[in-house]
């Protein structure tokens, strides 16, 4: 088992080594090469790691606990080179990438014919909506205030109307009845006018609130 142990021991110490030979980038090092070989001693690493957990079953009980100990630091070594392995994998992905789309972008040729889409900016479209709301509401405001117009001059017809009534029932000498039942539909009147400014400012209110 010893010898097996240090043997793999060994091969730990080595592909770090050719780790450390690939992050320096030393002139003249075939980086592909030294992957293959860091694959190919991880591999190796973690065979020898499967034969050292059979032999350490086969040992005698009293060395069974070190030598375990010693075969787990081995195994976790392993899966540390692999996941190193992995993440300069997709480091050196990512940066291939990166190069080509320079490359690309450098490379490509803009006549004057091109066209480019402009996306407008979402705030841009935003504010847009924000003035066509204000513009909406303003248009509402002075279509209610031109109808309150309406309907305060209506209020001072009826009003006149109501007056000239009681002039000509005094001249003519119209009876009480017939004065109270006009006043009545006078003041009736005057409930509906009321009923409908009130109805206008309510329509107003929920339209502002409802834009806002």
Known sequence: MEPLYHQTNKLVQETQHLFSLIEK???????????????SKINLINSNCERLDVL?????????????????????????????????????????REEAEREALLSRTFTTNDYVDIMIDHNAQHNSSLRNALHGMDDLLQNGGSILDSLRSQRLTLKGAHKR????????????????????????DGFILVGGMLFTLLVIVLVIVYLT
């Open 25 to 39: 980038r030393t002139p003249n090092l075939d980086i592909k090469e030294v992957e293959n070989n860091i694959e």
């Open 56 to 96: 350490c079953l086969k040992g005698p009980i009293f060395q069974r606990q070190n030598a375990k100990m010693r075969v787990d630091q081995l195994k976790y070594d392993s899966r540390h080179l692999t996941a190193a392995l992995n993440s300069w994998r997709n480091k050196m992905i990512k940066k291939q």
């Open 165 to 188: 009534l009681i002039d000509i029932g005094n001249t003519l000498g119209l009876s009480n009845t017939t004065m109270r039942l006009i006043e009545n539909r006078a003041r009736q």
